[in-house]
């Protein structure tokens, strides 16, 4: 059975307000930047590693067969991937013009 048109229920507004932050998730993000942050120099060496490849080691000094192959685009990706931890990624948005229609392309310059 539906409520009366123009109540609320009793718990209505209760909620937190629109604009103040989820705790776990400012806790989460935080914790996330200290990992981050402590490990700059680790996560150097790692994307280096991925960038360059690792050839294994032999006794003589030669280094032998790769132990991983250079790949310095899945470098680029894993960089940008830790990026957006601490840049989020903007929304899109389309800009349309009246009634959805096409944005207006014509620029009028006057000289006065």
């Known amino acids: 059975m539906a409520a009366p048109k ?10 937190r307000k629109a604009g103040v ?9 935080e914790v996330l930047a200290k990992i981050f942050e402590d490990n700059v120099e680790t996560l150097e060496v790692w994307l280096k ?3 360059d490849g690792e050839k294994e080691p032999t006794a003589d000094g030669v280094n032998g067969k790769w132990l991983r192959r250079p790949d310095p685009g899945l470098a680029a990706r894993l ?7 601490h840049v ?25």
């Open 6 to 15: 123009g109540t609320r229920p009793p718990n209505a507004g209760k909620g």
């Open 88 to 112: 989020p990624k903007l929304a899109r948005n389309e800009l349309t013009g009246a009634n959805g229609g096409d944005m207006p392309s014509t620029i009028r310059v006057e000289f006065v």
């Open 79 to 85: 960089m940008l991937d830790l990026a957006e931890f």
């Open 21 to 29: 932050p989820n705790k776990a998730t400012a806790r989460s993000r």
């Open 49 to 51: 590693a991925v960038a």
